[in-house]
């Protein structure tokens, strides 16, 4: 099945340890994105990738780091220099970056 | 400052009535819109859009309007039917930035 996954679905960190979280897609999809969602607000971009080596800082990059090695993945890393990084990750890709976007299940990080 | 700005948090109907979300912009680079809809703890999935050189597209049940001068766009859905019941996120977005801007999000409740 054709999709975008993200792994895992929950994750519990200790403050001040750092993290990654996967995002895969085998849509064959040029672009690439990572947003935060907290509770009652929308989508809030974190960084995103328009081609493989490349990406950009969204609105709220500060205290997150990403790669775009492989058109297929686009793992985001949250620091300990995310103030408060407890919040649902959500990564997304498109055919090209002015297409509507397809989102992973998500991940919930909750750092303790 | 909110680019994408959807004014009303929560919207209830009942089946079968017309449900109508709407949503506000401020950039007038934007020339692509889109509405997606989503449960809780899963990721947003892509409803219907609509390019900034037209003022209605329709798909079935969802018809998207669009009034540039006003810099508005509204969602309707008729019927609504109960399984609608989700929250719907208005997104914009430039040609040229490649990535999209997205607000806070509307939660529609319809009560069969």
């Known amino acids: 099945d054709g999709g975008i996954t993200q792994s895992p679905k929950y994750l519990f960190r200790k403050e001040g340890q750092n993290v990654t979280l996967s995002c895969e897609q085998n849509l064959n999809h040029d672009a690439m994105y990572w947003y935060r969602q907290d509770p009652g607000q929308g989508l809030r971009l974190i960084y995103y990738?328009?081609?493989?080596?490349?990406?950009q800082k969204g609105d709220i990059a500060e205290g997150y780091s990403v790669s775009r090695e492989k058109k297929e993945s686009f793992p985001l890393t949250v620091t300990s220099a995310q103030k408060n990084p407890t919040a649902f990750y959500l990564c997304?890709?498109?055919?090209?970056?002015?297409?509507?976007?397809?989102f992973g299940p998500g991940t919930r990080l909750t750092v303790l | 400052d909110q680019q994408v700005k959807q004014n009303s948090p929560s919207l209830s109907v009942q089946e079968g009535r017309i449900s109508i979300l709407n949503c506000d912009y401020t950039n007038s680079m934007f020339d692509y819109f889109l509405w997606y809809k989503k449960y809780p703890a899963e990721g947003p999935t892509f409803l219907i859009s609509i390019s900034s050189i037209k003022d209605k597209n329709e798909d079935g049940r969802f018809t998207v309007f669009l009034n540039k001068s006003a810099k508005h766009l509204s969602l309707h859905i008729v019927p609504s039917q109960p399984g609608d019941s989700a929250v719907y996120f208005c997104a914009a977005s430039n040609t040229n930035a490649g990535k999209s801007t997205f607000g806070d999000g509307t939660t529609l409740t319809v009560k069969p």
């Open positions: 997304a890709s498109s055919p090209t970056s002015n297409n509507e976007q397809f």
């Open positions: 990738s328009q081609i493989v080596n490349d990406f």
